[in-house]
């Protein structure tokens, strides 16, 4: 291929030609010419070359002119990296094309309109720089993208002002941080076909979750109109996650939808001196999700592979960055952009570093909320910026290590974001401006918060915390954390099963490279208290209380799903589903839900349907719930979402549990309501198959793992009659919480008596010495999910020492319990060691 050609078509440049096309139109070139037959679409165009770059760079006479103003900077001083930034650009935007290279341009125009039967066809002009998308920069959204150019004039405008763009201010400085040299970049732009998706809908996908660096989900953000209100941050898009493994085998593996607030789209302007213009969006529209399920699963698997194929090419993991967009008047789905991800696919992975805050973050002041970007912790003071003239009108200058708050960023704001403690913005998504370059530039940002500038005030000390979970913390003043660096790598080599015990599903991707065999408890009560926030019984019976307001805040927080019902199914599934796909294909042990009734109490719509009971912790909870008249049927809707989890999500890895079980009756009783409702045990189906599902249903998908039933050993009757238990049930969970409180008969609530609580007890031991021996006897398996084991590394050896099949713990227990189970197993040795279960059959 001529280095030579002004233009080319992109069919015709692969990634082979970065030098030439820049990394953005390389790589879309390679995808037109290899991924067409795999059915991936993408709109047609050309490319200008890096050589019509230097061309037009060359005939104007403006290279030792630029290198002279560059040399003026000084790079500590914004206002002077501006100015100096701002004269170049207008020399570029001055001068004149070459009549050769301005006639390429136009006939290539021309051709391209032609190929869509139309005059003069609207276009995307893209730039794309030939230093971008190297493994060790990223150059996010550096240079400039016009939308909606007609006509050669419009066309040779934009043109012009992407060759300008190679020298904004945060390209500038962002090469000068990185050592490139500003000369040795060149500048390619792409003339692509507009898909219409200011009619219809777009987004960007990630093949990875961009905060904790998971690998194996599509993270998916969406709102209507053209796609730069996502980038910019403009709006808070709708947020899709769908699993790869269970995909590929054809589940419908979406285990995440969260509405976004799209308030506002941008739409093609209405003359030619408006290329686009920003509207509100209807009302019902914005409770609407924009990506119906049908898209979301063919946009996930078009990611699933395009990273495939990248990573086959450069003969590594290559997780992508996928620009997304359908056209309305058509209704197709189009690839617009890809580029390699660069910020986690270079990460060490077998380095755990933890940022913990201190124990007076629980009675600190919570400020506001937001979306977390990255992991870390961050204080400082607060730095309210409306614009980036502040500075110059109020003689305002940005000191580091000032929290940055903002309405939104552009990418104009870069060389302050990289001085910034924390960035604060009211606006954007997990995939805006902001985002991409406070992960790239590792400072914690936390987005979305709403009203962030009228919330805090210029000068307050704050503790940005983005180290607990999905949702940015902004708390009152400099708070203490430490942070935590273990390498996993040099931890020793253990032969007890360790599980984990998992609350939140917002960190379940954050936990799944630790050191695991799976799940040994997920709590549903933590989804239905935060994701769900409403009394599942007066979410299907709300309108007959006549509570006007209970049943208008209901109303409100089912928007975008079906109904009642509908919503407290998809949420439940979407929480379970996210903490097992974490772990697959490792066991996630899902007990169901546990609230006593004054925690019920407290949930929306619960005063109506809650006894008031004189000890809540040894009354109406766990099991008797399940078949009583007055809850049997809010237990169905646990019992679909589970289904929905393994049936639908594929997420088979999925194992049920039954809480406060006082009689092997009650055992019976709560079966019998989980097969009316679908769910049976996969050893009692009849003519159990391999397409069989846990609720006797075959799939067109294909097998999915029989279920299995595990019993919480925390009442001292499951111990007593645990062989008659063990009959019905795949395994027990010891809950030594719940076990301890009534072998001790205490309160574990009760300040009074707390001091005679502890599982290290002689009773609390004895029984568990009872409840191993009698399960290996009958030949189910039996590990424990209560704190003590956390909380007591010699309880964890005890329990060792007994020959428990697993031991879980939670999270933070997990690097000092292995080393404890490693010293008593190496003090136990070999023999005691090859008589252990290692519970190899975990994924059976």
């Known amino acids: 291929m001529s280095t030579h050609s002004y233009i080319l078509p992109l069919r015709k440049v692969g990634l082979s030609d970065i030098g030439i096309a820049g990394g953005k139109n390389a790589s879309l070139g390679e995808m037109i010419t290899n991924m067409y037959d795999l059915g991936i679409r993408i709109p047609d165009g050309f490319v200008i070359t890096v050589f019509a770059y230097r061309e037009f760079i060359e005939a104007g006479g403006l290279e030792a002119e630029i290198k002279r103003l560059v040399g003026t900077i000084d790079f500590d001083s914004v206002e002077s990296l501006r100015r100096a930034g701002l004269q170049i650009r207008q020399l570029i935007r001055n001068c004149k094309f070459p009549p050769a290279l301005s006639a390429a341009i136009i006939e290539g125009y021309h051709k391209l309109s032609q190929e869509y039967g139309q005059t003069d066809t609207d276009v995307a002009v893209r730039s794309s720089a030939t230093a971008e998308d190297l493994p060790d920069a990223s150059f996010a959204g550096q240079q400039e993208t016009y939308l909606n150019v007609r006509g050669p004039a419009a066309l040779m405008d934009s043109v012009r002002n992407c060759f300008a763009s190679l020298f904004t201010d945060r390209a500038i400085s962002y090469r000068e941080t990185f050592k490139f040299d500003h000369f040795e970049v060149g500048l390619s732009v792409c003339i692509q076909k507009m898909v219409r998706s200011d009619l219809g809908v777009s987004g960007v996908a990630f093949s990875l979750d961009t905060e904790s660096g998971f690998r194996e989900v599509v993270v998916i953000n969406g709102s209507y109109g053209l796609g730069e209100m996502i980038v910019q941050g403009a709006v808070s898009p709708d947020e899709f996650i769908v699993f790869k493994p ?14 976004g607030s799209k308030d506002k789209l941008m739409v093609y302007g209405d003359d030619p001196d408006e290329r686009v213009k920003i509207i509100p969006v209807e009302k019902n529209m914005q409770h609407k999700f924009c990506l119906d399920e049908a898209n979301i699963l063919k946009l996930a698997k078009w990611v699933c592979l395009i990273e495939e194929y990248y990573s086959e090419l450069k003969e590594h993991w290559c ?12 209704g197709e789905l189009f690839i617009v952009q890809a580029r390699p991800e660069t910020i986690h696919s270079r990460k060490e992975q077998n380095t755990l570093t933890e940022y913990v805050m201190d124990e007076k973050a629980q009675t600190a002041r919570l ?25 110059v009108t109020d003689g305002h200058e940005f000191a580091a290590g000032d929290v940055l708050v903002t309405d939104m960023t552009d990418p104009d704001w870069e ?17 805006c401006h902001a985002a991409i370059v406070a992960r790239e530039l590792g400072v914690p940002a936390i987005v979305g918060c709403g009203h962030a500038t009228e ?5 307050q000390l704050v503790t940005a915390s983005c180290g607990q979970g999905d949702e940015g913390l902004i708390y009152e003043g400099a708070l203490e954390f430490r942070t935590i660096e273990t390498d996993l790598g040099g931890l020793p080599s253990i032969h007890t099963p360790l599980m984990l015990n998992v609350g939140t599903p917002a960190m379940a991707f954050n936990y799944a490279h630790l050191p695991h065999s799976g799940v040994g408890l997920a709590r549903e009560e933590f989804i239905i208290n935060n994701y769900i926030g409403v009394h599942p019984v007066a979410l299907m019976t709300h309108r007959a209380l006549k509570d006007a307001e209970l049943t208008d805040a209901i109303q409100k927080k089912i928007q975008g799903f079906e109904g009642e019902e509908d919503y407290f199914i998809r949420k439940l599934s ?27 109490f407290n949930l929306l719509g619960g005063k109506y349907y809650e006894p008031k009971e004189e000890n809540p912790m040894i009354g109406w909870r766990g099991a008797s719930r399940y078949y009583s008249l007055e809850y049997k049927e809010a237990f169905g809707m646990e019992c679909r979402a589970i289904r929905r989890v393994r049936e639908q999500m594929g997420l088979d890895n999925v194992v049920v549990m039954i809480p406060f079980c006082r009689t092997v009756e009650e055992l019976h009783k709560v079966k019998e309501v989980m097969r009316e409702y679908g769910l049976v045990r996969g050893s009692e189906l009849q003519g159990s198959g391999g397409a069989q599902s846990a609720s006797g249903i075959v799939h067109s998908w294909g097998a999915v793992r029989g279920l299995e039933l595990f019993l919480m050993a925390e009442v001292p009757s499951n111990i ?30 009760s300040s009074l008596v707390a001091h005679i609580y502890d599982e290290r007890n002689e009773a609390v031991k004895t029984l568990l010495r009872m409840l191993i021996r009698t399960a290996k006897e009958c030949g189910v398996k039996v590990g424990i999910c209560g704190q003590g084991p956390s909380d007591f590394p010699d309880f964890a050896q005890f329990l060792v020492e007994e020959g428990i099949d697993s031991i879980s713990v939670t999270p933070d227990s997990v690097i000092k319990t292995i080393r404890a189970i490693h010293e008593i197993e190496r003090k136990l040795g070999d023999g005691v ?12």
């Open 367 to 391: 400020l506001l909320k937001g979306i977390a970007v990255g992991d870390k912790i961050a204080t400082g003071k607060v730095n309210i910026m409306h614009s980036l003239d502040k500075r």
């Open 574 to 600: 979407y929480g379970i589903g996210r903490i097992a796909a974490a772990f697959y294909p490792e066991k996630v042990i899902v007990r169901f839900s546990d609230f006593k009734s004054n925690e019920y």
């Open 720 to 749: 007593i009659l645990a062989k008659e238990f063990a009959k019905h049930i795949d395994g027990f969970s010891i809950g030594s919480n719940d076990l301890t409180q009534l072998t001790l008969g205490l309160d574990r609530d």
């Open 246 to 259: 269970t995909l590929r085998k054809g589940h419908a593996a979406i285990i995440e939808k969260k509405l």
């Open 415 to 431: 060389p302050i974001m990289k001085k910034a403690a924390a960035i604060i913005t009211n606006k954007g998504g997990r995939t």
């Open 319 to 330: 997780p992508m960055d996928v620009e997304w967009a359908v056209d309305g008047l058509t």
């Open 833 to 844: 060691k090859q008589g252990k279960k290692v519970m190899e059959d975990v994924r059976d």
């Open 455 to 459: 919330l805090l005030s210029e000068g």
